[in-house]
């Protein structure tokens, strides 16, 4: 029997982390779950979020028995991961924004986290600052928009250069220092990254910690059964059957798998 991983997002932005996991295990059986009823993530209080995802994560984990759950998604990981580890027996790998690699690899010692509003809200966040600035001044940028419009994106529709820019322009500070390295605390803006580097006021690095979760999730999962690429599914939580221009836009994603 092939493992099962599922990859739990609010929408569609946490394949951006599955495509690494893919990478890495082409022959695991993939449940790919956008919480599309509940999007966005990011305007939602605290008390929501862990009240939504840790049954759903419950009533996910009966119906597929994973090996493994990630949770693809900086504004539900910031709260929910302990409540997820004390409730199920399934291990769970998380993703939160990737301070620590930003501040120690910053030249400028200027960093920007570029994330939803609640994300850049957490205590979680801030705790992660406090431990690993590494005296860097760190900016925390909370963008309205931008995971929306990544989804758009990616559905194929036209997103304006000037609405990008809108939400990543408070990310580069100039003056006696510049920001160097911006980190992608929402999975989403990976999808985005080509227009943010066209865009942006000067180069910087931009940190997207998916491959270091796709090591993590190949550590704790150890060698794999089989490399044989299997069927994966996309499971919206809205009852919306994905199109098929949309099967096409994320097949690349799945690499070999195919998405039935
Ligand atoms: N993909 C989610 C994240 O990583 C957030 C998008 C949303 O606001 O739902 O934070």
Redesign the pocket.
């Known amino acids: 029997m092939p493992e099962t991983i599922l990859v739990f997002?609010?929408?569609l932005?946490?394949n951006t982390v599955l495509r690494e996991i893919v990478k890495l295990r082409p022959g695991a059986r993939y449940i790919y779950v956008a919480d599309d009823a509940y999007?966005?993530?990011?305007?939602h209080s605290e008390a929501e979020i862990v009240t939504r995802v840790v049954p759903l994560i419950g009533q996910l984990i009966g119906a597929h028995d994973p090996k493994l759950t990630v949770i693809?998604?900086?504004?539900?990981s910031t709260l929910v991961m302990d409540h997820l580890r004390k409730a199920y027996q399934v291990p769970f790998v998380g993703?939160v924004p990737a301070i620590k690699p930003a501040c120690a690899s910053s030249k400028t010692k200027r960093v920007s986290v570029l994330?939803?509003k609640?994300?850049v809200q957490r205590e979680y966040t801030k705790k992660l600052i406090a431990d690993f600035a590494q005296g860097c001044d760190v900016k925390l940028i909370g963008a309205e928009n931008l995971?929306a419009l990544a989804e758009a994106s990616l559905k194929g529709e036209p997103i304006s250069d000037r609405d990008i820019l809108e939400e990543i322009a408070p990310c580069f500070t100039d003056g006696d220092a510049r920001t160097d390295t911006v980190v992608l605390?929402?999975?989403?803006y990976p999808l985005l990254l080509d227009r943010f580097v066209e865009l942006a006021p000067w180069p910087v690095n931009w940190i997207d910690p998916a491959p270091a979760i796709a090591r993590r999730v190949n550590d704790l999962l150890g060698t794999p059964a089989s490399i044989e690429p299997q069927s994966a599914r996309i499971v919206f939580t809205s009852g919306q059957v994905p199109s098929a221009a949309l099967v096409k836009a994320l097949a690349p994603f799945f690499g070999a798998s195919h998405i039935a």
């Open positions: 997002d609010s929408g932005g946490g999007f966005p993530y990011g305007q693809a998604c900086n504004t539900a993703t994330g939803t609640g994300t995971a605390a929402c999975t989403h």
